[in-house]
C-alpha cells in the first residue's frame, strides 16, 4: 500500500484529504507544519507529498527543497489558492511533480496522486535494478580466488575509477563482457547507459550504421535518422566485442573517434561529439595481428592503453569447485525435481579437472545447467554429463614436461597417465582399464592376472626399452681415440714420447734393448742422443 503525506496547517483540510485518499486505497501520514512533516520523512516510508503552498514558519517552496535534498526522485504536489500561482510556478521549477488549484474536485485530486505515485514506482523499480545490476557487476561477483584472477581483480580496481580506454583479450567464454561491466558499474560513468555491440554480428556496411547512426535517406531502407552506438553510449561506457573482426575502413574512422571523440552519421555531414569510455576486447592476439598486417597500429595503441589479460579456464583449475557452486545455485529455479542439487561427486569433480575445457567458463555454465535438469538425485554424477562430453574428456593427454626431462621419466610420466585415464574411462574397473590399454590376454589360464600385474609386466617392457636405447645410444658414440705416442727415428734409434712428456731412445744391439733419457726439450732430441751414444761408445747408425 502506498504511502501518502498530507502537510496543511489547516487541521480540517488535513482530515478531509485523508478521507479521500483513504476511500481510494492509499495510506495517509498528516503533519499540520512543515517541521512535523519533515520528522515524519525522517522516520518513514513516504511515497508522496501532499503540500499547502502557504504555511506559516515554513512554507511549500522551502519545504520541497528540504525533501528534495533528502531524496530526489520523491514526487511532491503542491496545493495552491488562485493568488499563488506564480509560486506553484516556481515549485515546479524546482522540482515539484505538479500543482493542484484550490479549491479542487475529489476526482482531479486522486488523478494526480495516481499518476505521481505510478511514476514513483517506476523510478524505485529503476533504481532497484539498478542496484542489482551493480551489485551482480561487482568486483565480488566475479568468481576466481587463482592466482591469475586476483591478479585481473587488481587490474579492474585500478582501471575501474579512470576514463581511459580499456583493451581485454581471453578466449571465448572467458568472460571479457563481464569484465567489461564491471569496469563500467564500478566508475563514475555507473549511472550512464552500458551499450555493447560485437563487431563480427554485423557485415561492414551494416556495421558502419549500428556504430555510428545514419541519416534520412543515406542509403536504401533508411526511411529516418537512426542514432548509432557512440551516440546512444554518450557520458557512459561502449563496449566493442571482437574488436579484432574489424575491416581497415572502420579501423580508421575508429580511429578518429578515439582521437577527436567526433564522427558523422552515415549519409549525414555534421559532425556529432561525444563523450565516451571505450572499453573493447578480443579473444585473438591484436599485436599478433598488427605484425601480420591485419589490424592498424596506430588503432592497437590507442586501444590498448590499459590491459587486462583474462586467463583460460584450463589455467584456473582452483576455480572449477568456486564456479560450479556458484552455477549450481544461478540454475536451482531451473530445477523441475524435488529434490535440490547440492553438489557434484567425486568422480565428476576430477573428470571437470582433468577436463581441457576449450570453451572455457560458458561451456562449463552450459554442462552444469544440463546436468541440473536432468540430475534425478541431490548430486551430480557422471551418468548425469552429456555424453559427447565424456566421451571427449580423455580424447588427449595434457603433459607438461619439462625441457630437461629424461627420456625414461618422461615415459614413465606417459605409462602412469595412461592408466589414471583407462581406469578413470572404465569407472576403476582394472580387467576393463587392462584391456582398454591393450595389455590384456587373450589366453584362458591367464584371465585372472590382476591390472596391477599386467601393469608390472608393462613397466618392465618399458624399462627393458629404455634400457636398450641407452645402450645403443652409448654404442653409437665412438670412443674417444687414444693419443698416439710420437714415434720418431734417427739413424737406427727409435725415439718415443713417455706419458709424462719426456722422450726416450731405444735401439736392440746383440739381442739386447738399450735405452737413453733425451729429457722433454723435442728439439734438443738429436744432440741429446748423440751425447748419450758418444758416452756409451755405440754409434748413430
Not at 5 to 21: C, F, G, Q, R, W
Not at 116 to 122: S, T
Not at 146 to 152: Q, Y
Not at 503 to 515: C, P, Y
Request: proline share 4%.
Amino acid at each position: 500500500m502506498e504511502t501518502i503525506l498530507i502537510v496543511d496547517d489547516e487541521k480540517n483540510y488535513t482530515l478531509i484529504l485523508s478521507a479521500v485518499l483513504e476511500e481510494e486505497g492509499f495510506e495517509t501520514l498528516t503533519a499540520n507544519s512543515a517541521q512535523k512533516s519533515l520528522e515524519i520523512l525522517e522516520n518513514s516510508d513516504v511515497d508522496l507529498v501532499l503540500t499547502d503552498m502557504k504555511m506559516p514558519s515554513m512554507d511549500g517552496i522551502e519545504l520541497l527543497e528540504r525533501v528534495k535534498s533528502k531524496d530526489p526522485e520523491l514526487p511532491v504536489i503542491m496545493m495552491t489558492a488562485y493568488g499563488t500561482v506564480e509560486k506553484a510556478v516556481e515549485a515546479m521549477q524546482k522540482g515539484a511533480y505538479n500543482y493542484i488549484l484550490k479549491p479542487f474536485d475529489n476526482d482531479s485530486l486522486v488523478i494526480y496522486v495516481s499518476k505521481a505515485i505510478a511514476m514513483y514506482q517506476v523510478v524505485k523499480e529503476n533504481r532497484r535494478l539498478r542496484d542489482a545490476v551493480e551489485s551482480r557487476y561487482s568486483f565480488g561477483n566475479i568468481i576466481g580466488k587463482s592466482k591469475p584472477m586476483r591478479d585481473v581483480f587488481e587490474t579492474i580496481q585500478k582501471v575501474a575509477p579512470t576514463g581511459a580506454t580499456v583493451l581485454i583479450e581471453g578466449e571465448s567464454g572467458t568472460g571479457k563482457e563481464l569484465v567489461a561491466k564491471s569496469i563500467h558499474f564500478n566508475s563514475p560513468r555507473r549511472d550512464k547507459p552500458f551499450i555493447a555491440v560485437n563487431c563480427s554480428a554485423f557485415v561492414e556496411n551494416l556495421l558502419e550504421s549500428e556504430l555510428f547512426g545514419h541519416e534520412k535517406g543515406a542509403f536504401t531502407g533508411a526511411a529516418a535518422m537512426k542514432k548509432g552506438r557512440f551516440e546512444l553510449a554518450d557520458r557512459g561506457t561502449l563496449f566493442l566485442d571482437e574488436i579484432g573482426e574489424l575491416s581497415q575502413n572502420l579501423q580508421v574512422k575508429l580511429l578518429r573517434v578515439l582521437q577527436e571523440r567526433l564522427f558523422e552519421r552515415v549519409g549525414g555531414v555534421k559532425p556529432v561529439s561525444v563523450n565516451i569510455r571505450v572499453i573493447a576486447a578480443t579473444n585473438k592476439r591484436l599485436e599478433e595481428e598488427v605484425r601480420q598486417g591485419r589490424f592498424r597500429e596506430d588503432l592497437f595503441y590507442r586501444l590498448n592503453v590499459l590491459h587486462i589479460a583474462l586467463p583460460p579456464l584450463k589455467q584456473r583449475t582452483e576455480d572449477i569447485r568456486l564456479l560450479v557452486d556458484h552455477f549450481i545455485k544461478k540454475y536451482a529455479d531451473e530445477r523441475k525435481a524435488n529434490i535440490p542439487v547440492k553438489g557434484i561427486e567425486q568422480a565428476v569433480e576430477r573428470i571437470f579437472y582433468d577436463y581441457n575445457w576449450p570453451g572455457n567458463i560458458r561451456e562449463l555454465e552450459n554442462v552444469i545447467e544440463r546436468a541440473m535438469i536432468l540430475c534425478p538425485e541431490d548430486t551430480i554424477k557422471v551418468s548425469d554429463l552429456p555424453k559427447n562430453f565424456k566421451n571427449n574428456v580423455y580424447d588427449n593427454l595434457s603433459l607438461d614436461i619439462p625441457a630437461n626431462a629424461k627420456l625414461y621419466e618422461t615415459l614413465a610420466l606417459v605409462e602412469k597417465k595412461m592408466i589414471e585415464r583407462s581406469l578413470r574411462l572404465t569407472n576403476n574397473v582394472q580387467s576393463d582399464a587392462a584391456r582398454l590399454l591393450g595389455i590384456g590376454t587373450e589366453n584362458e589360464e591367464d584371465k585372472d592376472v590382476t591390472l596391477n600385474t599386467q601393469v608390472k609386466i608393462l613397466s618392465e617392457q618399458v624399462s627393458a626399452e629404455v634400457r636398450k636405447i641407452k645402450a645403443e645410444s652409448q654404442a653409437s658414440v665412438p670412443a674417444p681415440a687414444k693419443p698416439k705416442k710420437k714415434k720418431i727415428r734417427i739413424g737406427r734409434w727409435s725415439v718415443s714420447q713417455a706419458k709424462d712428456g719426456s722422450f726416450v731412445g731405444s735401439r736392440r744391439i746383440n739381442g739386447k734393448t738399450v735405452s737413453c733419457y733425451l729429457g722433454r726439450d723435442q728439439n734438443r732430441i738429436e744432440s741429446k742422443l748423440r751425447e748419450k751414444v758418444a758416452k756409451k761408445n755405440l754409434s748413430i747408425d
